[in-house]
């Protein structure tokens, strides 16, 4: 059986094919395309006269001999309902079936693409067919240093703003995702915005630094919409400068809003033990300092201090997706997590808490969502009512690895770590000396803990962060 030569009207409508005698039996599909193809056994096409072939009705593993009878192979169905009857014989043994075949009218065309082919890609890619009102799926994979924007304006895609979406195929439909080169920006004061931000005064990748106007505030500002990558000029926030010289307090505008697309890094000296961050952002005991509430965002090398929220998050409230590597958290207070809200994805390694105080998890509160925490330290925060360290008393999951919990404590409940699902994953992790107990379930019980024999014999990077309380920053 070959294929056929005749060019048939898209209007006259679909083609079918089948193949059987798989080892379980039966197996047939249905193709569509404007054109006729006829397949025969044990061969899968992916292109018709260069045009892909994109959409089965089932799926189909590959088979191999037989022959295959049915309606007439030759023969273009019209728009209707039939029942397609095969008979299998050849390698294995003589089988038969039938199978409801539904023929529809035309295709639809889909045609995706990239608006800038360096930023990206896109699946599936170019030019497609597929049965009318079927939900196609889409994705868009940003290349590095490129963020994913939008699907362009379609009324047909479910979530333009989402890289991983479908679009319903309701008519010939083109479908454009947006990449963005993600550019740099460069903060060049400690100080804050004394009214509105300026997002002019902040250039992308400027070209040398220097003193300036381009506040964090500012910076986030333009930010907004292609993303950014946000650092701090080293000759500013300079390793010889006091704390105060080095800390950007939050005025009148109160907290930070993260847009997507976000990298904040702070300026450092050293390396892994000797690490030193030399930027601090300081909520003034009187708001919460970031706020990200949806899209992607990544902190690192900050001190985020004195943050305070009569709700939740003192220092970080986040319900997006939150990378936070090598950060300091100490003197932050709210009702639920101190230190960090989430409730959204929260992934945490490196960092410190220390000093920070909440109704429910002095250090951290997990709503809902999920946190994994790894190579952190927690010592002496304070929680009231929940757990001093990590409260995950609400629906959140939660996952920590070689961290160390010391010196926490609670009034009502557990010093150290609090949760409510007794699945959560504790792995490597020294918890001792906290107030009210080290860990406790709700229904269930702790997983075993690593616990130091004394003070003395806990990690170094451990010690280094005990002594902070009487040295809190070099």
């Known amino acids: 059986m070959g294929e056929m030569q005749t060019t ?18 039966l197996d047939a599909c249905v193709r569509y395309h404007p054109e006729h193809i006829v397949e025969q056994p044990a061969e899968r096409k992916t292109s018709y006269n260069g045009t892909p072939v994109a959409q089965y009705l089932c799926y189909t593993a590959t088979s191999s001999g037989g022959s295959a009878s049915a309606i007439n192979s030759s023969t273009l169905l019209g728009v209707g309902s039939y029942t397609l009857g095969v ?4 390698l294995y043994p003589t089988a038969t079936g039938s199978y409801p075949l539904g023929v529809y009218a035309n295709g639809d065309v889909l045609t995706v693409s990239a608006n800038n082919a360096q930023g990206g890609s896109v699946v599936p890619a170019g030019v497609g067919i597929y049965v009318p009102t079927l939900q196609v799926p889409l994705y868009a ?16 895609i479910d979530n333009t703003s989402s890289p991983s979406t479908y679009v319903t195929m309701n008519a010939n439909e083109t479908v454009t995702a947006d990449f963005a080169l993600i550019p740099s920006f460069v903060v060049n004061t400690p100080l804050d915005d004394a009214s509105t931000p300026v997002a002019s005064n902040c250039p992308a990748n400027p070209s040398s630094a220097g003193g300036g106007s381009c506040t964090l505030r500012d910076a986030l500002l333009a930010s907004m919409g292609s993303g950014g990558n946000i650092s701090f000029d080293p000759t500013v926030f300079a390793p010889g400068n006091t704390i105060a010289a080095n800390t950007i307090t939050l005025g009148v505008d109160g907290s930070l809003t993260i847009p997507t697309h976000i990298t904040i890094t702070g300026a450092t000296s050293g390396s892994g033990a000797t690490l030193t961050t ?42 997006g997706t939150l990378t936070v590597i090598s950060c300091t ?27 920070n105080s909440a109704t429910y998890g002095g250090a951290i ?15 002496d925060n304070l929680g009231s009512s929940g757990a001093g360290a990590i409260d995950d008393t609400q629906s959140g999951s939660f996952t920590v690895t070689g961290s160390t919990f010391y010196g926490n404590n609670s009034i009502d409940s557990t010093g150290g770590i609090a949760v409510a699902n007794s699945s959560f994953l504790m792995n490597n992790t020294i918890a001792t000396g906290n107030a009210g107990g080290d ?10 803990l690593a616990r130091a024999a004394t003070w003395w014999a806990c990690p170094p990077t451990w010690l280094r962060w005990a002594t902070m309380e009487a040295q809190p920053r070099p």
């Open 87 to 90: 008979t299998c014989t050849g």
């Open 439 to 448: 860990c406790s379930i709700t229904a269930g019980t702790c997983p075993p």
């Open 141 to 156: 994979t940003p290349n590095a240093g490129y963020a994913f924007l939008r699907w362009e304006a379609n009324p047909d």
């Open 329 to 355: 958290f100490t003197g932050n207070t709210a009702s639920h997590g101190g230190g960090i809200v989430n409730s959204g994805s929260l992934t945490l390694s490196s960092s410190a808490f220390y000093g």
């Open 278 to 319: 030399w930027v601090a952002v300081s909520g003034a005991s009187s708001n919460s300092v970031f706020i990200l509430s949806g899209g992607t965002a990544s902190i690192s090398n900050l001190t985020i201090e004195n943050g305070s929220s009569s709700g939740n998050g003192g220092g970080i409230s986040n319900s």
């Open 8 to 25: 048939h009207p898209a209007s006259q409508l679909r083609s079918i094919c089948w193949r059987c005698c798989t080892p379980s039996g």
């Open 365 to 379: 509160s997990i709503l809902s969502g999920s946190v994994t925490v790894s190579g952190s330290t927690f010592y």
